[in-house]
């Protein structure tokens, strides 16, 4: 039986209209009464509009964006490019930004399915939410590993860690650290460090790698921890797992007078490309990337019931400035 809002509000032992402004995310609506409600949520899966768009045989038109912040370059590029291609298909998109928030991102999800979207396209850096695996709606993830029915877009990280590893080497490198995220799941991501470890271990030298989980930072502590790790450690060649994560490093020598050794960063956004000078990077090719996550929402909104695969992973290159 499919659940209806007066069930989430029974289960909630609240009004329909409290249910209402939690799921469109009014404020001031206490975090005790949201709790109680998205709880009934999960444990009913409730997704009214999804389900009243299917009976009514109407499209919404929109789509929705999670990304963890459109603050990074990366993202910020990669949802302007998502915007453009979507809105030349009449399309129109939600942006959630769950700021690596696990409780954000869970807030988000069920609003962006009570309020009528087509599909999601997701970069979450949260993972292990169990709610993915329940959303009754077409997702498509990028880079990121969040369910067996959810599937994944990526560009060749794989080949992303043997260049930037090859880069190095070339500088004379003979030790190097690998700058990472935590993350023991199945992504994409962690086939960065993997294709890496592998160059290095062609070439006869030494790494080490190092794990700073975004989530569990912020960005002062961040630095703080990369500078007591540049200052007690004695590299000459660095991997950083993005861009914004390479520039801090560089501030972190300058400021600090450490002895500058070569680094290279990952994502090589138009930005970074065109407005820094001195950064080596390892290019995501966003355009593709954009077309691949849209193609592929589409066909798992015309075929809501099929598997899908991975696709491939798309190619990305080293840029030198």
Same mark, same amino acid.
């Given at each position: ?13 609240? &009004?329909?209209?409290?249910? +209402?402004?939690? *799921? ?29 768009? +299917? ?13 963890? &912040?459109?603050?990074?370059? !990366?993202?910020?590029? $990669?949802?302007?490019? *998502? ?44 993972? /292990? ?11 498509? +993830? ?18 992303? /860690? ?26 994409? &991501? ?16 030494? +790494?080490?790698? !190092? ?17 007591? *790790? $540049? ?5 000459? /060649? ?8 390479? $520039? $801090? ?21 138009? !930005?970074?490309?065109?407005? *820094? ?17 849209? /193609? ?11 598997? !899908? ?13």
């Amino acid at each position: 039986m499919v659940a209806k809002l007066q069930d989430v509000a029974k289960a909630a032992g609240v &009004t329909i209209t409290t249910v +209402s402004r939690v *799921l469109n995310d009014f404020p001031h609506v206490s975090k005790k009464t949201h709790d109680k409600v998205y709880a009934a949520i999960r444990a009913l899966n409730y997704h009214p509009n999804a389900l009243a768009r +299917s009976l009514q045989g109407k499209s919404s038109k929109f789509i929705g964006l999670i990304f963890p &912040t459109i603050a990074n370059p !990366f993202f910020s590029e $990669l949802a302007n490019e *998502l915007e453009v291609k979507l809105s030349a298909k009449g399309y129109k998109i939600i942006i959630a930004s769950s700021a690596n928030n696990v409780e954000a991102e869970r807030r988000y999800l069920g609003m962006l399915a009570a309020n009528m979207v087509e599909g999601i396209i997701t970069g979450s850096h949260n993972l /292990g939410i169990e709610e993915y695996k329940d959303v009754n709606m077409p997702i498509v +993830s990028f880079d990121r590993f969040l369910s067996e029915e959810i599937p994944i877009v990526s560009s060749n990280n794989y080949q992303g /860690g043997t260049l930037a590893v090859d880069y190095l080497v070339k500088q004379g490198a003979k030790k190097i650290a690998i700058i990472t995220d935590e993350d023991d799941s199945d992504s994409p &991501t962690s086939w960065r460090a993997v294709g890496a470890e592998k160059a290095i271990k062609q070439a006869g030298i030494q +790494s080490q790698q !190092f794990a700073f989980p975004d989530s569990q930072f912020t960005e002062s502590e961040k630095a703080e921890e990369l500078r007591s *790790l $540049l200052a007690s450690q004695k590299f000459d /060649g660095i991997f950083a797992n993005n861009d914004t994560t390479a $520039l $801090l490093i560089k501030k972190i020598i300058k400021e600090n007078n450490f002895n500058e050794v070569p680094i290279i960063g990952y994502d090589g956004t138009d !930005f970074i490309r065109h407005y *820094l000078t001195d950064v080596a990077t390892i290019v995501q090719p966003i355009p593709e990337i954009a077309d691949a996550l849209i /193609g592929l929402l589409f066909r798992r909104i015309e075929k809501p019931d099929e598997h !899908f695969e991975n696709p491939e992973p798309l190619a990305v290159q080293l840029f030198v400035n």
